[in-house]
């Protein structure tokens, strides 16, 4: 199993504080309070290992440049129409992946283009779920020009678990569909906001792949 890198240091943390309480443990504690300490305390720093696990991803053949793809793993939370919004500058069309702690936590970029736009903006902790936290949360937003003019984008937002988002893009960059552009560390949210005249192709409650399932296509212009 692949890890990704910027897990290694949590990883470490979590399997030195592991091995530390349990030598203690096992040194000056009854035999029960240490078999109950290994009980609790492996399965943390194996579920550690886990949630940094990094697959590698097969994309969907013969797609158009218009096509989506969904850039988190997780579950369909939101499907609206939302206001005028920051870079797009009209109405559009808002999509909400919730991520759980046990989801696959590295992000795939969902259009290829330029990204024009790149904003970090600290805030709040709110849950993931919470229609507040697209706008209070402490998240890192990313607008891509299309090839065909169009403005699509896409936010990492921190949850309540999730403290940090990590990413590697730069303004400026071209941007390729499909391939890996960050993380959010623990449970977390996604959002994808396209022109109102794009055609979604998912719903609340689906459950997607990054990198491999379809969200939406834009209007052929």
């Not at 349990?22 to 109950?36: F, K, R």
């Not at 283009?113 to 849950?127: A, F, I, R, S």
């Not at 994808?192 to 192709?201: E, F, M, T």
Request: hydrophobic share 45%; aromatic share 10%; with cysteine.
């Amino acid at each position: 199993m692949k890890i990704a890198h910027e897990g290694f240091p949590t990883i470490a943390i979590v399997g030195v504080c592991t091995a530390i309480a349990l030598v203690l443990s096992w040194s000056y504690l009854p035999l029960w309070v240490s078999i109950a300490l290994s009980s609790i305390l492996l399965p943390v720093w194996f579920l550690s290992i886990y949630f940094f696990r990094d697959p590698e991803r097969t994309l969907p053949t013969n797609l158009s440049e218009e096509v989506l793809l969904s850039p988190a793993d997780g579950k369909v939370v939101v499907v609206k129409e939302v206001q005028a919004v920051e870079y797009l500058e009209q109405e559009a069309i808002q999509i909400s992946i919730f991520l759980s702690p046990l989801n696959v936590h590295i992000n795939r970029i969902p259009v290829s283009g330029v990204l024009e736009y790149l904003v970090y903006q600290t805030g709040e902790y709110l849950m993931a779920w919470d229609d507040r936290a697209t706008m209070d949360n402490e998240q890192a937003k990313f607008g891509v020009k299309h090839a065909t003019g169009q403005k699509i984008l896409f936010r990492q937002i921190t949850g309540f678990l999730a403290r940090r988002v990590v990413y590697y893009l730069n303004e400026g960059d071209t941007l390729e569909r499909g391939k890996r552009f960050g993380l959010m560390k623990f449970g977390s949210r996604m959002d994808v906001v396209l022109p109102r005249s794009a055609k979604v192709l998912v719903k609340e409650g689906d459950k997607v792949v990054a990198g491999e399932s379809i969200i939406a296509k834009l209007a052929i212009q």
